[in-house]
């Protein structure tokens, strides 16, 4: 993988370093943001349509190839349930840290996408456009390290990821429907069996 930090935003890729056919492919980043403006993200996803979900923003490099060279067409595509602060981020890290585009096109959902768009993305197909999960769905994390049992919830904004399921933790994910319990391999025995009576509250 490629981490890109020209601004104080990490730009993930998971393209190689060396030059490829891979290159000269459509590319989208989904924009991540927990909670915190020093901590907004713009990680690489599957290039296709059915990935977009209207409460987040996206940013879509195509290659456009003449005889000589390739360039790159940059779209800030903009979910209609996305927040401001979201659709800040992805218009300012679309701006900085992609300097080999032309400057980006913003596309606000469901009236300005062009045909280029939904063919790179391998056709307008059907996508998820209810966001209501991101207003409900809460992550806890279940420890004793203050020498007793406590649930705490680590993050504020629901935008969790893998990198925040830690081998020594035991969290609680809250879909609002159902609950789960995510038992990392090296996580303390006792707090397992409280994180599993704590999830049936």
């Known amino acids: 993988a490629v981490v890109s930090t020209q601004s104080r ?20 980043y989904q924009i991540r943001q927990n909670g915190n403006i020093l901590a907004q993200r ?12 209207s409460g987040f923003c996206y940013i879509l490099k195509v290659p456009v ?6 360039s790159y067409m940059l779209y800030v595509w903009i979910g209609s349930k996305s927040s401001d602060d ?28 062009p045909p280029i768009f939904w063919d790179a993305l391998g056709g307008r197909k059907n996508y ?9 769905i809460r992550l806890f994390r279940c420890s004793n390290e203050k020498g007793y049992f406590a649930v ?5 904004w629901p935008d ?9 933790d ?25 994180a599993l009576k704590s999830a049936q509250l």
């Open 9 to 28: 935003e990490a730009v993930v890729s998971t393209q190689s370093t060396g030059r490829t056919q891979s290159e000269v492919k459509p590319r989208l």
């Open 42 to 53: 713009c990680v690489e996803i599957g290039c296709t349509s059915v990935l977009l979900n």
């Open 65 to 70: 190839q003449s005889e000589a060279q390739v």
């Open 86 to 113: 979201l659709e800040k981020a992805a218009i300012e890290i679309g701006r900085e840290s992609f300097v080999d585009c032309v400057s980006p096109v913003i596309l606000y959902e469901g009236n300005s996408e």
């Open 128 to 136: 998820d456009t209810n966001a209501d999960w991101l207003d409900i």
């Open 152 to 156: 705490t919830e680590e993050f504020k």
């Open 160 to 168: 969790f990821c893998q990198d925040h399921l830690l081998d020594e």
């Open 170 to 194: 035991t969290m609680i994910l809250d879909s609002g429907t159902d609950v789960f319990v995510w038992i990392g391999e090296t996580s303390s025995e006792v707090v397992r069996k409280l």
